[in-house]
């Protein structure tokens, strides 16, 4: 090994351009097969490095920190970090970083487009023409709520859910209801023609209702069954915020027993395992933790996140200065 080089770890299988890349300033461990490794299995690959650069798929708490005591920074090519203890990283001085802004429009994008398939019974009527079904046009054939005119509700206002405020009011003419922790500033409520109103006025308002609201303790089920039960039977719920915001046991029941219309998610809890019952659905869109996977947006975060990590190890132009930090009170030149 070049001890002039810090060692490195890339978690799962990157561009490899990228690793090469990194290659450039540091002794590189990678893992070209993309196993997930277990808690112990990443321990053992993570002893003696400095930077761990991972996915949302390693979990970085406590115990990881404690037994990799040489490790200085945790750079994760996603934006959600729901996955790291960056409080336990802070105690300890590790610099942990993700790659916010690089995804928004590619996932409201599919953000919409999952609403949109799931408002027009898109699955639904496909696996019905699959299995040969389709024998003859009727009138009241898959019928559905339309989009354009409708009212979105958006739970959670950040980046993405302004991104499909945008497409749905300009593109589609709705009206727009959302609820977030802060109000948006005046000049970009009035922009999106939005309303800001509680949890039970959007619930009850939203004839398609979109959740991009991070994912913590806070948030956990923050739809259940006392949430969809406050919906309307016409409505649609998608998901594209993390698993553990929507619980899917109560999903499944709400679509079975139609108290909603229907439903579309691309995240899960327990992913990627699936609850059984979503399974059993008709009138559900599942796709498997996609909507961020456009080429020019993955290598987009796949270049963000080694840019963090050369940065956070003190290498480059701009060491000690990663782009998208986390927790920057505890930026230091390593």
Sequence with gaps: MN????????????????VERLRTHFDVDDNPEDRVWT???????????????????????????AACPEL????SMAAGYNNIDVEACTA?????TNTPDVVTETTADFGFALMMAAARRMTESEHYLRRGDWKKWHYDQFMSGDVHGATLGILGMGRI????????????????VYHNRSRLAGDIERG???RYVDKATLLREA??????????SASHHAIGAAELAQMKPSAT??????????????????????????????????????????????NVVLTPHIASASLATRRAMAELAADNLIAALGQGPEAGRPPTPVNPQVLRVV
């Design 237 to 282: 719920l998608t998901n594209i915020a993390r698993g553990g915001v929507v619980d899917d046991a109560a999903l499944a029941v709400a679509l079975k027993e139609r108290r909603i219309a229907a439903a579309a998610l691309d995240v899960y809890e327990g992913e990627p395992k699936l609850h059984a019952g979503l399974l059993e659905v008709p």
């Design 207 to 216: 004839d398609h209702l979109v959740l991009v609201l991070p994912y913590s």
């Design 72 to 75: 200085r920074a945790v750079c």
């Design 92 to 96: 300890r001085g590790v610099v942990v």
């Design 39 to 65: 808690k112990p299995e990443l321990i053992a690959r993570l002893q003696g490095k400095a930077g761990a650069y991972i996915t949302g798929s390693e979990r970085i708490d406590a115990a990881v920190l």
């Design 161 to 176: 859910g302004q991104a499909i405020a945008r497409r749905g009011v300009h593109g589609f003419g709705m009206k727009l």
């Design 3 to 18: 001890k002039l080089r810090l060692p490195v770890l890339v978690a799962r299988a990157v561009f490899p351009a990228v």
């Design 192 to 194: 999106l023609h939005a």
